[in-house]
């Protein structure tokens, strides 16, 4: 968004003007290939501006009587400057220079595309940069309120913030610039709900409003363990009687210590927050009969959550976990294991980088000696293996594999399947016309499951060539069967 600035009192001071090339050596803050020619107007000595100070091309200090002339490309104040408005740069792209060789004090500084440098400290009660083009280097201290950016700041010194980084981030509270990650904050804990949007906040509304002087950030802030506390303030008094607990779409980046005195908790649901680990104390909620965590991103699991010897629903869709731990096998109740879509799509966000990214190529071994196992349902994950050995489970009675990355199969079981349906059917069935379409009809349901969209044929192909090619042993007890024969036929429009 650009808006049209008024003309500024700042026009009044006494501004030396110079070209680029005489300030050029000068300058710390980026370039914007600029023109030799181009202006620039200095100030000298401490300054102080009693209104906003606008950093846009052709506007405010910026403008220009002959449009003939060169523009001004930036503004040096060789002091200290305090700015009691605004320092408001509306364009996102590209804005003015502003050099401050002093310190810099603003009520509120709000810019896109400008570049700020200064060379002592930067004090300001709130502080937005919008978009990514622009740039802020502190070589003292920085101190404000509340730092809403979607880059990065320089800063030699120490930052003293409420810091947001834009997207999904959350705030985090910076003093002495040390950052508190064990506490963050929800972006509508720190800042008002008018520039909070589904857990974003909205830079733009935020320079909107610093510029109209209302206020962005709330009178207290909360963070995410204390919105926790007050959420569960009363359930707190009375620990082991609560049995189930929702935290779905809390923003959780970690989960508060108070939660595991909940002891006698059977369910807890953790859909859709931000987590990406979980802490050993998990393993503490030892009565945990489910657990949803589904949508988080979380990379792996503790290791105690083999503790939970009670539990029997885990839920782990659309999460980025690449391996399972050992100490899962102590999950000796264990019934649903469900393993949808890992990694889920923000798998670059959760791990942090592309090359910082795992992925479950191994199928976890764990899961075979999970002796209740009932369903287990793996899609969209690139497993490459399936299990080396047989499921402890005798009760297993669903395990999907789809959307793989597997090519090998080993259909040892399924080949004995088949040589017992042809004990069974040779010669009891003759003349097999029955059983040749009850066959027929069964490959083609089970070929359109192993390939519902049509368009990955190879698990059909390498299941019914490997059907195919096992009728060659099979029926050789058997010679010039029609059964034998029928099935060839079969198999072989299949395998492609």
Not at 26 to 42: C, F, I, M, Q, T
Not at 210 to 222: H, I, M, N, S, W
Not at 273 to 302: Q, V
Request: proline residues 5%.
């Amino acid at each position: 968004m650009k808006k049209k600035a008024s003309p500024s009192p700042a026009r009044d001071l006494p501004f030396e003007i110079l070209t680029w090339s005489q300030v050029r050596d000068e300058v710390k803050a980026p370039g914007n290939r600029e023109d030799d020619s181009d202006r620039v107007l200095v100030l000298t000595g401490n300054v102080v501006m009693p209104y906003d100070l606008g950093l846009d091309f052709h506007q405010g200090i910026f403008a220009q009587d002959d449009d003939d002339e060169p523009p001004f490309t930036g503004l040096i104040v060789r002091g200290d400057l305090t700015v009691e408005g605004c320092v408001l740069n509306w364009e996102n792209d590209f804005g003015p220079f502003l050099q401050v060789h002093g310190n810099l004090v603003a009520k509120r500084i709000a810019i896109g595309g400008a570049r700020l440098h200064v060379s002592g400290d930067l004090t300001t009660e709130d502080l937005v940069a919008v978009y990514n083009h622009g740039s802020v280097s502190v070589g003292g201290n920085l101190k404000a309120r509340t730092l809403a950016s979607h880059y990065s700041f320089k800063v030699a010194g120490a930052v003293d913030a409420h810091r947001y980084l834009g997207q999904d981030s959350k705030v985090f509270a910076v003093v002495g610039g040390v950052e508190d990650v064990k506490d963050p904050y929800e972006g509508k804990g720190v800042f008002v709900p008018a520039v909070v949007r589904d857990g974003r906040v909205d830079l733009e509304k935020v320079r909107e409003r610093l510029a109209d002087g209302k206020p962005v950030a709330r009178d207290a802030f909360t963070s995410v363990r204390e919105a926790f506390r007050q959420l569960v303030a009363k359930k707190l008094a009375e620990p082991d009687k609560v049995k189930s607990l929702t935290l779905e779409d809390k923003g959780l980046t970690s989960l508060p210590e108070e939660l595991f005195l909940f002891r006698k908790l059977e369910k807890l649901n953790l859909r859709r927050n931000n987590l990406r680990a979980l802490p050993e104390e998990l393993g503490h909620l030892t009565e945990l009969r489910e657990l949803d965590l589904r949508g988080n991103g979380l990379l792996e699991l503790p290791e105690s959550i083999g503790e939970l010897k009670k539990l029997r629903v885990l839920d782990l869709e659309a999460n980025c976990l690449w391996r399972l731990p050992e100490s899962l096998a102590g999950c000796v109740e264990l019934r649903r294991v469900n393993l949808v879509n890992n990694p889920y799509a923000y798998v670059r966000w959760a791990f942090g980088s592309w090359r910082k990214v795992q992925l479950m190529f191994d199928f976890p071994e764990v899961l075979t000696r999970l002796p209740k196992l009932e369903v287990l349902t793996f899609e969209g994950t690139p497993l490459r293996t399936l299990p080396t050995r047989r499921f402890d489970s005798t009760t297993l009675s669903k395990a999907t594999v789809l959307w793989s990355l597997v090519t090998h199969m080993d259909f040892a079981e399924i080949l004995a399947l088949l040589a017992l349906l042809l004990r069974i059917n040779i010669p009891t069935a003759a003349p097999y016309d029955a059983a040749l379409e009850k066959f027929r009809a069964q490959s083609q349901e089970i070929a359109r499951h192993l390939d519902w969209d049509g368009d990955k044929p190879r698990h059909v192909h390498a299941l019914f060539g490997a059907l195919r090619d096992a009728l060659g042993p099979l029926g050789e007890p058997y010679p010039g069967d029609a059964l034998i024969a029928g099935l060839r036929d079969v198999f072989a429009a299949r395998a492609g």
